[in-house]
């Protein structure tokens, strides 16, 4: 069936530097596109979402992209500090159920 | 009480006991949700309740029973636990449609072990 998945299960990147988290998705049906933070021992939290009718958007230190050409998500993380240590998700809401459906996780380590 | 809670934290449980995992919320969201996560996997939909008194059948179903008396509370229960459902179980809410979708909050989970 259709998934959302991930290309690199780990990444570490040095405290300062920016971080890209990729996401590749299948299902050209999704109309929003979410990106959760989970850090360990805790539930994920929401970072910044994207309509399928976008192909950029901006927050706090985060920058959500994406192609739907090529049918990818990524998440950039600026400046990136020891806080923002953690699993990150993508995740995709599709169908008139409107439910979630969660790619498998990347882990950001950051570096001192 | 602010947010979601979920109890317990852990448990160690014998295969082939019922269990009830408890999930309370005190923003009076109408929708509530259950998922689990295996290691190194993203979270699974199990069941869901878009307004009390309403329950769904998620991703991964078979094994699980919840139930939505009230708006606060929405238990999942093992009838007869098994291995395979040792996880850690989220519990998530949403106050409803935002910008098209249900925005979700989710609980701190609660690690099962079943043996």
């Known amino acids: ?112 | 009480i602010a947010g979601i809670t979920q109890a317990p934290t852990s448990q160690i449980l014998a295969a082939g006991r019922r269990m009830t995992l408890r999930c309370t919320q005190d923003m009076r969201h109408n929708a509530m949700y259950w998922y689990r996560q295996d290691l190194g996997l993203g979270l699974r939909l199990i069941h869901y309740s878009n307004t009390a008194g309403t329950t769904g059948k998620g991703e991964v179903p078979d094994g699980y029973s919840v139930s939505r008396a009230n708006t606060d509370d929405f238990p999942l229960t093992l009838a007869s636990a098994v291995p395979s459902q040792t996880s850690v179980y989220f519990c998530a809410s949403s106050p409803g449609l935002r910008g098209g979708y249900n925005e979700q909050f989710f609980g701190p989970g609660t690690r099962l072990t079943v043996l």
Request: net charge neutral.
């Open chain 1, 1 to 112: 069936g259709e998934s959302v998945g991930l290309h690199l299960p780990t990444l570490s990147v040095q405290e300062g530097d920016n971080s890209i988290i990729n996401c590749a998705y299948s299902n050209s049906a999704s109309d929003y596109f979410i990106w959760y933070k989970q850090e360990s021992g805790k539930g994920p939290q929401f970072i910044i979402d994207i309509r399928s009718n976008m192909d950029k958007r901006q927050g706090q230190r985060v920058t959500v992209l994406l192609n739907k050409t090529v049918k990818h998500l990524s998440l950039q993380i600026a400046a990136t500090q020891p806080g923002d240590s953690a699993v990150y998700f993508c995740a995709e809401i599709t169908g008139s159920a409107r439910q979630l459906t969660f790619g498998s996780g990347t882990q950001l380590t950051v570096l001192p």
